[in-house]
């Protein structure tokens, strides 16, 4: 086995970082047989799935992800990609991995910062899909923060298995799997504007879902009541649910050049009732 590291980071999502594992893997005398095993959070599974999909035109791909984000969401569903200047993920594949092997005990290595930011992904799946799932966790948040045996297992499995009825009626995102993108409009822009410094890519989801959520209550699409169960679940959660003074200008700039939009228009998700 031949290990390459990469720095921690939404800024090491580059074609360079892509590069330099092109380079190890030729260096390490790789043929098309060979695995690259994504051993990380979802930085690292974007990365080296790209990495997978490209070399010598795809080589197998198994994804062992350590972060509750990377567990519940990335590293299902066979999107890979890496950043541009221009837009996150905005050079990329659809490449599915072979197997993806999850043991929650990694999680227990993690600061309590990017468990809470991978809870969004988690609450996005009872908003956009689950509504009993939802109040499961409005019972057991607690619980599955602080790590239950007994809780975060069944979390964990029951997010896989909405990611996975979701890309399995649409793996390329023409329909249904649009619904995965709740908050990620916002979110992304957030990233974007900020350098990928100040937020987790959880927090950024938290905001765009809360944004989501004002604009829904706007349109009468949903009411104000889910709207403010969805709130208090992130607020308990530890998370961020608006903005601080950003230009906004900027802002909607970054999100006209969201990959999402069809034609000039772009497309929000946005919720009709919990689940």
Request: proline share 5%; charged share 20%.
């Amino acid at each position: 086995a031949s290990v390459a590291l990469v720095p921690d980071g939404e800024n090491y999502k580059t074609l360079e970082s892509a590069e330099r594992l092109y380079d190890a893997a030729l260096e390490a005398g790789l043929d098309r047989c060979s695995p690259v095993l994504a051993l990380g959070g979802g930085v690292i599974g974007d990365l080296a799935g790209f990495v997978a999909a490209t070399y010598q035109r795809g080589v197998p791909l198994v994804q062992l992800p350590t972060t509750l984000l990377a567990q519940v969401d990335s590293s299902v569903g066979g999107k890979v990609a890496v950043n541009h200047p221009a837009g996150k993920n905005m050079i990329g594949a659809f490449y599915q991995p072979a197997l993806v092997l999850i043991d929650p005990e990694t999680l227990g290595t993690l600061p309590a910062r990017e468990l809470i930011a991978g809870m969004a992904e988690v609450i996005k799946y009872g908003v956009i899909w689950d509504r009993e799932f939802f109040e499961y966790l409005e019972a057991y948040l607690p619980q599955a923060l602080s790590l239950e045996p007994t809780i975060i297992p069944q979390v964990i499995e029951q997010c896989c298995i909405i990611k996975a009825l979701i890309v399995g009626q649409d793996e390329r995102e023409q329909g249904v799997r649009t619904l995965l993108n709740l908050g990620h409009t916002l979110g992304h822009a957030l990233e974007s504007i900020t350098d990928y410094k100040k937020y987790r890519h959880g927090e950024a989801v938290a905001v765009g879902m809360a944004a989501a959520g004002y604009l829904a209550e706007e349109l009468g699409w949903w009411s104000a009541s889910d709207c403010e169960r969805m709130r208090q679940l992130l607020r308990r959660t530890g998370l961020p649910y608006s903005i601080p003074g950003f230009d906004i200008s900027k802002l909607m700039e970054l999100i006209a050049h969201d990959k999402k939009l069809l034609g000039n228009n772009v497309r929000w998700v946005l919720p009709r009732e919990l689940g």
